[in-house]
């Protein structure tokens, strides 16, 4: 994928079906460079043969299409810069995904949109609750959708003029930020 934002959003898609109601997304990235990016969950887990096989491109809990290459493209945008992945699931708890990449090597991925990552997930699952940070040295992004509906009550999240709300936050937030989002 040309932009890790992508990675992330098909990723945390699969969080939203496996039932999770509480999702996180965190961007870390620390003074050397390297980033860490989790994406964990509450959902419904997986076995330890299921962790083992979703690094296969052509394992997938889907019925649509025979392939699922969410993780196996991500494990590959980690490892070409001399970073990792390490997933961690326990059935009936939910799965924490973890990769690291160096910033600095000539092969990472950029970043890319996550305003357009983060509002899309929400607009599609505004009954999930999403938990975001992107943490550099000197700046951070954050977005607390529990927080947003202790202030807002029964609105949905998945509301126009909320989603608009959502994208303008993350967006002059991103904009203090420095750099590209």
């Not at 098909?10 to 939203?16: A, G, K, L």
């Not at 052509?58 to 001399?82: C, D, H, I, N, W």
């Not at 997933?87 to 990769?99: F, Y």
């Not at 700046?139 to 509301?159: F, K, M, Y």
Request: glycine share 10%; proline share 4%.
């Amino acid at each position: 994928m040309k932009e890790l934002s992508l990675n992330i959003l098909d990723v945390t898609e699969n969080s939203v079906s496996a039932g999770a109601k509480n999702i996180e997304v965190s961007l870390i990235e620390d003074e050397k460079g390297i980033l860490t990016l989790t994406i964990g969950d509450n959902g419904c887990g997986m076995t330890p043969e299921v962790v083992k096989s979703v690094i296969d491109p052509f394992y997938t809990t889907r019925t649509t299409r025979k392939v699922g290459l969410g993780v196996p493209l991500l494990k590959m945008a980690a490892e070409q810069t001399g970073g990792s992945i390490d997933i961690k699931s326990e059935v009936g708890v939910g799965t924490t995904v973890t990769a690291t990449f160096d910033t600095k090597s000539i092969d990472f991925t950029p970043i890319g949109d996550m305003v357009s990552t983060m509002t899309t997930l929400i607009m599609g699952a505004p009954d999930r609750d999403f938990e975001y940070i992107h943490r550099k040295p000197g700046a951070e992004v954050t977005l607390s959708t529990l927080q947003l509906r202790e202030v807002l009550g029964d609105v949905s999240l998945g509301e126009p003029e909320i989603i608009a709300w959502i994208k303008d936050y993350l967006t002059e937030q991103y904009n203090n930020f420095g750099g590209t989002n």
